[in-house]
């Protein structure tokens, strides 16, 4: 591998992009934010919230009194550079913030980053964000990630986590979407470990009544 490569290599796995795949979604057309975040921005609006997201149901008087000191500076302009930048930490912090002021103008977005899946450790927050959305859209987007990566068994990606959000929003809205999904995810793990589909769904439940108790403590 030449030295170009390899740097550019590097930069892709620092940003998150730790599995490079091509697949049904690789042409969905998603905003790329190409400059540098600046500084102070970064600082502001990322480095006290990326950390503490994915353990948000243990972080929440932390991230409650983070979120209230910058809440009225959170838009959909704010968010969307977050999102649209390659990397993991932008982006999960872009959609804990339209979750936490319900930026519904966003939800494409977030649902398509969530069907590429072109970085690691967002694909629960982009989950979080599209139950607490919680309309027919966000269920599309649920249901299409779960019927094409239930079938690549190779890419062990966020599955799990969209079967969660399915089942908490089953349990809010009286429906059965999460069963349309079980006998793929029967097979999909049939040759994995230590995946609990029933821990999982009690631990996104959890964190969505996080979620939800940061948004009534900075409201």
């Known amino acids: 591998m030449e030295d170009k490569e390899r740097r550019e290599a590097i930069k892709w796995h620092v940003a998150g992009a730790t599995v490079l795949h091509k697949g049904k979604f690789d042409n969905l057309n998603i905003p790329q934010n190409e400059k540098e975040l600046d500084k102070a921005f970064v600082e502001k609006f990322v480095l006290p919230f990326y950390n503490n997201i994915g353990t948000i149901g243990i972080n929440v008087e932390l991230l409650s009194r983070e979120t209230r000191s910058i809440f009225d500076e959170i838009d959909a302009e704010v968010v969307e550079s977050l999102l649209s930048y390659f990397n993991w930490r932008t982006r999960i912090v872009g959609a804990y913030f339209a979750a936490i002021k319900n930026i519904k103008e966003l939800e494409d977005l977030i649902g398509m980053l969530l069907l590429k899946s072109e970085v690691a450790y967002t694909g629960k927050v ?24 239930l079938t690549q068994k190779d890419l062990w990606f966020d599955q799990i986590d969209a079967m969660a959000a399915l089942a908490y929003l089953d349990k809010l809205n009286s429906t059965k979407e999460f069963n349309k999904h079980l006998s793929k995810w029967s097979d999909f793990i049939s040759d994995k470990e230590s995946l609990s589909l029933t821990q999982a769904i009690i631990s996104f439940e959890k964190n969505m009544i996080a979620l939800n108790e940061i948004k009534k403590h900075i409201s």
């Open 126 to 149: 982009y989950c979080m964000a599209l139950a607490e959305f919680n309309n027919q859209k966000s269920i599309d987007f649920l249901n299409q990630y779960l019927d094409y990566y």
